[in-house]
Structures are given as structure tokens and as C-alpha cells.
């Protein structure tokens, strides 16, 4: 036994190649459990700023479309809707030139357009009183902005969805309505659907978004 203890003979050529071996496999598989933590935390940073994205463009539209206003007996608040653009007159706040007058709505007429080319929505808009009722076929935009890059549609979902009341009170229904709408449906638009998937840059990775904006006196009333 003492002789034993006392060999300093060390590793046979064997025992060291099996220990290399055995060494490799483990450094190997915790390379591959380390690649494959890296890779998961990458798609769950990127689903988290899909889904950031997305909600904070989701508020911003369902802001504005919640700020509709009629602005005359003739001109309701929609001016076009379709599937992936609407145009709408909006107020976000009341002015008065001086402390003597009454105070008047602040109008913007805006668009809202999803561009399937560009993977984005942009937000155009006109701001004053003149050009607003002016019947231009295409007005210039005063400001644009990007609001949503990265997006696409929530498998065939349109973008923009319009709903018109139908039935009597006490319980009406909500009726999708044919798009684009006609100058008769744009003051029926009782609810307008928002669906879109923002997308992250892991390909296949998007985050499915959705929101109702419900207008309880969709048509413009003037006593």
C-alpha cells in the first residue's frame, strides 16, 4: 500500500485523454447552455421592446381618436376611413385670444396612415382653421411624424376597423362596416377597431396589439 501511495508514475496516457475528453464535453455543453441563455434573453429583450413599442403607439392613436370632434352641422369628425388610413378632425384643448372672449376649440385635422411598404404609421396634420374646411383633395400636411416602426398587420386584420350601431336601444349591436366608408357611414362610426402586430427584430418575433375606441354619439348634433 505504501509503495502504492509512494508511485510517481502519475496519468497514463489513457487516463489523460480520457479526462480531456470528458473535460470537452462538459465545457461544450455549458458553452451551449450559455448560448442558448444569451439567445433567450435576447428574444426577451426583444419581445419587451416590441411590446413597449407598440403600446406606445397604440396609446398615442387611441388618444387622438378618442379627441374627435364634430366641427360644423355638415362635417362631421371623419373626414375618410379606409382600412389602413383615417382622416378626422380633432381638438385637444380650448383658447381664448384674450381674457374678454369665449373660449373656441383648438381644431387639427389629422391622418393616420399605415404603410405596408415601410413596415410603419405616420401621423399627418393640419393645424389652423382656414385650410381645415378648405375642400382640397390632397392637402399639404403642416407636421408629420412617424409614430410606429417595425409593424405589420395581425394576419389578414385590417389595420383600422369601423363599427356602426344597428338594432334599438335598450340593445343595440355593433355592425363592421364595408371600408372605405361611405360619406353616409362616416357619421355611423360608432367604434373604430385598432389591430396590428409590432414587430421585433428577431425574425418572426411580433407582439399582437388591439384596442377599442367606443364614440357614443358618433353623429354630430347642432340644436
Not at 373626414?79 to 378626422?88: L, P, T
Not at 415601410?118 to 399639404?140: K, Q
Not at 355593433?174 to 362616416?186: D, E, G, H, K, V
Request: hydrophobic fraction near 45%; charge should be positive; glycine fraction near 6%.
Amino acid at each position: 500500500m505504501t509503495a502504492r501511495l509512494a508511485d510517481e508514475s502519475g496519468f497514463t496516457l489513457v487516463e489523460l485523454l480520457a479526462t480531456i475528453v470528458v473535460s470537452a464535453i462538459v465545457l461544450f455543453a455549458l458553452f451551449g447552455l450559455v448560448d442558448a441563455a444569451t439567445r433567450q434573453q435576447s428574444v426577451a429583450n426583444d419581445r419587451i421592446d416590441a411590446n413597449d413599442r407598440g403600446r406606445a403607439a397604440m396609446d398615442v392613436i387611441s388618444a387622438q381618436l378618442r379627441s374627435r370632434v364634430c366641427i360644423s352641422s355638415v362635417q362631421g369628425s371623419l373626414v375618410a376611413a379606409s382600412d389602413n388610413q383615417i382622416e378626422f378632425f380633432a381638438s385637444f384643448g380650448l383658447t381664448a385670444e384674450s381674457a374678454l372672449q369665449s373660449q373656441t376649440l383648438v381644431l387639427q385635422r389629422r391622418r393616420l396612415t399605415y404603410r405596408p411598404a415601410n413596415s410603419d404609421v405616420i401621423e399627418e396634420t393640419w393645424i389652423g382653421t382656414a385650410p381645415l374646411l378648405a375642400p382640397v383633395a390632397t392637402p399639404i400636411p403642416t407636421r408629420t411624424r412617424t409614430l410606429l416602426t417595425k409593424v405589420a398587420l395581425d394576419g389578414t386584420t385590417p389595420f383600422f376597423r369601423y363599427y356602426a350601431l344597428t338594432g334599438t336601444p335598450p340593445l343595440p349591436d355593433l355592425l363592421l362596416t364595408p371600408t372605405p366608408l361611405s360619406a353616409t357611414n362616416l357619421t355611423k362610426a360608432a367604434q373604430i377597431t385598432v389591430s396590428f402586430a409590432a414587430k421585433g427584430k428577431v425574425a418572426g418575433l411580433s407582439t399582437p396589439l388591439q384596442h377599442r375606441i367606443l364614440d357614443r354619439s358618433p353623429g354630430c348634433y347642432f340644436g
